[in-house]
């Protein structure tokens, strides 16, 4: 048998009966619920930017008063400070999925990894805004209730008060439990699809 029968056998060979090994395909399907999240992420960056922008106006579009003004964009610098701090690093988090290479099963427990920090990252981002949207609440309703005819502050009653605070702690254990359910539905999902496969490749 001469050079070109052994090159015309090697051609004719079934090339649909190589396959991958078993965990190398495992690695690869990752990549799907790694797109979920980065699509998730681009997505709500994307409406976390226009939700601030937007905040800014509001006193515009309620026509606040000179004073509520000056102490609504006190208390804004500081949401839009913490905001700013924590999207840069949601930011980058994204940036890194993106250039991720899932070939070796270190690469994927590294991204899964980073995956769970920035989930926490998440949930920190949301507990430190939330005193801010309850006080805006909290001064949204004085401003509201200011504008009766005859109300003073000073015969609010402390029933009142205590219903006030109640609401307002209420409010944080809701806030607390929404931002759980969220994190979890649009990333915790996905991360736990992430963790299947490195349980799996660990019984291999």
Known sequence: MDFNDIQNQW???????????????????????????????KKEFFYQIIGIVFAGFI?????????FIV?????????????VYYLVKLYLFYKRLNNVTLKTKDSLYETYFDI??????????????????????IGFLYYTLSNVPGFQFTEITNYQL?????IVFFSMIFMGIILEVWVN????????????LLDELKEE
Do not use: H
Request: aromatic share 16%.
């Open 71 to 83: 102490l609504f964009y006190l208390f804004f610098s500081l949401f839009v400070a913490i905001s």
């Open 162 to 166: 205590v219903a006030v605070f109640s």
């Open 116 to 137: 769970r920090l920035n989930m926490e990252l998440y949930k920190t981002f949301g507990f430190a805004l939330t005193p801010f949207l309850i006080l805006s609440l």
């Open 11 to 41: 051609n004719n060979e079934r090339t649909d009966e190589i396959t991958l090994p078993t965990n190398v395909q495992k690695i690869q399907e990752a990549n799907t619920p790694l797109d979920k999240i980065k699509k998730n992420l």
């Open 185 to 196: 539905k649009f990333y915790g999902k996905y991360a736990k699809q992430i963790r299947k």
């Open 59 to 67: 006193p515009l579009l309620y026509d606040f008063p000179q004073k």
